[in-house]
């Protein structure tokens, strides 16, 4: 074997040595729980399932409050932009980033109304940043090279993005962060989030690949037709289908292998994919949840959970965007969305709204009185009692 993908960041090897799957008994606990309290059994429906999965996630019952909350935007440059694949000028990724720092984005807006701390960090973007209050600059390169043409990025830069991400989370954690969400800006990033979805699903990019910011249908067919050549200039048939390395090595082509993870994340994904890969794992390393975004979080979801399959544990889909890709990328996931609000729009937008009701999700563990505590009769003891 030549890939040299087969030799991940120290970083990033000890974060997943440290992914450990779902606590069951915390989860049992947390089920039992929520079957005492006052209201009938299931009622609170897909709100149960989420307590009982950070609980789950962070080995206790009830589960701690996911407050306060940090949302991440990841901000990078597409070569594949070159392409034609967005009608937006790569320049909106750089005066995004400003306006973030200004407090001027819808993210901004959202991340206010619930209580989320916003932090920026330019982990590809072409141009210089002036340096500023809430940026992180943590530059991997200036942009990815185009994925129509051969690998988006090398498993070096890669792995860097991946490794910027995972300290993201612990240094967010580290301040006190107790449930992590992700944002991404970088314009073009709808074709690299597709791309990677049939990477990793094995569906076809013509189902796969939506209008992103709202492209007209001759550049949603070029689109689709850049994510297949894409796919086959690295390389990438199908999710088990075999492949040979360019010096005529057999290469393992399963995705879920590790090292395949890693060589078609960095084939056709973008830096804040990788970066948003690491953000995911470094969360499930700390025991934290992580409220993920649209279809940009939802492919950088399929890329971590390929390299730590446990990860996914402590990941919620926050909400279903409009991107095709992303229901997608959720159904190979097992993930169920809590809201669907046909958005379409990243930054962290949609995980941000979901928020609120992960934390009314977790209040109702911790306030809510029991049958016993609150001398409400239960049928359902009542009923086994005789
Ligand atoms: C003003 C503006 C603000 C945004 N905020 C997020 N995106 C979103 O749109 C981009 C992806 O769409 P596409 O692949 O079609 O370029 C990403 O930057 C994503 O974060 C924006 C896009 C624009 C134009
Ligand atoms: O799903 C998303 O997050 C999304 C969709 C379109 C454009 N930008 C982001």
Not at 105 to 120: K, L, W, Y
Not at 284 to 304: N, T, Y
Not at 326 to 353: K, N, S
Request: proline share 6%; aromatic share 2%.
């Amino acid at each position: 074997m030549t890939m040299e993908v087969t030799v991940p960041g120290p970083v990033l090897e000890r974060t997943l040595a440290a992914i450990g799957p779902a606590d069951q008994e915390a989860m049992r606990l947390a089920r039992a729980h929520q079957d005492n309290l006052t209201k009938p059994r299931g009622a609170l429906g897909v709100l149960e399932e989420v307590a009982v999965r950070l609980a789950g996630a962070a080995g206790a019952c009830p589960p701690p409050p996911p407050s306060p909350a940090a949302l991440a935007i990841f901000a990078a440059d597409h070569g594949v932009h070159a392409q034609g694949v967005s009608p937006w000028p790569q320049e909106v990724t750089t005066q995004m980033v400003a306006n973030f720092l200004a407090g001027g984005a819808v993210a901004n807006a959202f991340a206010a109304q619930v209580g989320a701390s916003v932090t920026v960090v330019d982990i590809g973007v072409a141009a210089d940043l002036p340096a500023a209050p809430g940026l992180v600059v943590r530059k991997v390169a200036r942009g990815t090279a185009d994925l129509s043409l051969g690998p988006a990025m090398t498993s070096a830069q890669a792995v860097a993005a991946l490794e910027v991400g995972i300290a993201v989370a612990g240094e967010l954690i580290a301040a006190g962060a107790a449930c992590l969400i992700t944002g991404d800006m970088g314009i073009a990033n709808t074709t690299a989030s597709a791309a990677l979805i049939c990477a990793f699903t094995g569906q076809d990019p013509a189902v796969a690949t939506g209008r992103g910011t709202g492209v007209d249908d001759a550049t949603l067919d070029r689109k689709i037709a850049i994510i297949r050549r894409g796919l086959q200039v690295n390389g990438i048939t199908g999710t088990t289908g075999g492949g040979a390395d360019p010096d005529g090595t057999e290469r393992g082509a399963d995705p879920a292998d590790a090292a395949e993870a890693l060589r078609r994340l960095a084939a056709v994904g973008g830096l804040e994919h990788a970066a948003l890969a690491g953000f995911i794992l470094g969360a499930a390393a700390a025991r934290v949840p992580v409220i993920l975004d649209g279809v940009i979080a939802g492919s950088a979801a399929l890329a971590a959970c390929a390299l730590s399959p446990a990860a996914v544990e402590y990941c919620v889909a926050g909400h279903r965007s409009a991107e095709p890709g992303h229901a997608l990328a959720l159904d190979h996931l097992g993930l169920r969305a809590l809201v669907d609000l046909e958005l379409r729009l990243g930054e962290g937008t949609g995980a941000l709204l979901a928020y609120p009701l992960v934390g009314a999700a977790v209040r109702v563990m911790h306030e809510v009185a029991t049958f016993d505590s609150a001398g409400v009769t239960d049928k359902n003891t009542q009923t086994a009692a005789g």
